[in-house]
């Protein structure tokens, strides 16, 4: 392991009191009744805390949308085949699919990264490769994947979101694509908060009731045999977790260390940031 995740997390501070107070003060003197803006008002203030002074708007802004395989794909855990994440990975290329038309429409760029999709791709210019495998093992028949390969994967996600700040990046956004992962996402959340599967587990691309009953058992099975420690968040993630998982969790704590807020929305990127806010309490403050 090399010393990127422990720098990261070190580098992650409280938001700026001051800067949150002057934003409150400047809302308070604005021609509106005080907090009429609702949520608006507390985004604002909470960014300018994030920020560490008063902003007037985000000029660069980017979705990461990571990408890998799950072996437990092969207990019939999705409706769909594995093959259709590598092919969704050519729609995010493409700028076909629906996160390509949202970014268009705010202005916002798509980083699109392979974090371990069966079959690789040839390279491309608006693919990033961070491949960790070949897809995760099947997390029914022992771990997801090595905590080597689980540190790995949070690592490449800094680095991937590190380049983009370099480059300026003011806002970022976290999206996921990987047949499989609802699964591997329900399993964390077990694991970590502690919750019967069955109440974190969903339909993901739309299961009937039998389907569900049987991918809770999948997750159960795989709980049982690997018993992931909820104390140590890298221990979850290597035995029931997926590359792209791990990936989500590096972006926002990297992000978090630079001062960018994260904006993230859906099952995957809420499974990651349980995994990121067990490694770094304080970067709960800068996602959205």
Known sequence: MNNTLPRILKQIKPLSREAMEAAQTRQDELTKPKGSLGRLEELSIKIAGIKGEIIHGFEHKAIVTMAADHGVVSEEVALYPQEVTKQMVFNFLNGGAGINVLARFIGAR???????????????????????????????????????????????????????????????GTGDMGIGNTTASSAICAAIMGEPVEKVTGRGTGLDDEQLAHKVKVIQKALELNKPNPRDPIDVLSKVGGFEIGGLAGVMLGAAAHRVPVVIDGFISGAAAIIATELAPGLKDYLI
């Open 110 to 172: 798509v980083i699109v990264v392979d974090m371990g999709v069966i079959g690789g791709f040839e390279p491309h210019p608006a693919l990033i490769c961070k491949m960790i495998d070949l897809g995760t093992k099947d997390m029914t028949k022992g771990s997801a994947m090595t905590r080597q390969q689980a540190l790995d994967s949070i690592e490449s996600g800094i680095e991937v979101v590190e380049a983009e700040i370099a480059k300026g990046l003011d806002i970022v």
